[in-house]
């Protein structure tokens, strides 16, 4: 069975591209082996993922993730099975924050700055579903 988890958390180490990259390499590394696809948005100390995959391989995932040293504010933002993967052609690609049109961020934000834990975990869908359509998203595989 397919699900699809959205969480968002906090890098302990905002503003340094070189932990964010290692979070990048290991969770492309791991995702790749255990069937997982899916999206990491990060910017501002901020990480907003989507992850698709098995239903047991996903939520040991997860479980991985609230206990990883390299995150806080870990908050679950959606779950839900799925009949097929949406983000099936990314191991995990990638979206800065920072680099976003403000225009596309207040489409779906109260400020030109995303922040994804004001919003709903169908907002952030939303939101990476526009990317995905106009190509803002890197890494895929």
Known sequence: MLVRLVYVSRSVKPGDEA?????????????????????????????????EGGRNQVNALYAHLIRDARHTDVVLLHYEEVKERRYSGWAMGQVNLAKLNASVVLKYSETPVLDPYSVSGDVSIALLEELMATAAIMGRS
Do not use: M, P, R, Y
């Open 19 to 51: 932990h964010t990259e290692s979070i990048l390499a290991s969770s492309k590394d791991h995702n790749a082996s255990n069937g997982i696809t899916g999206i990491l948005c990060h910017g501002g100390g901020i990480f907003l993922q989507v992850l």
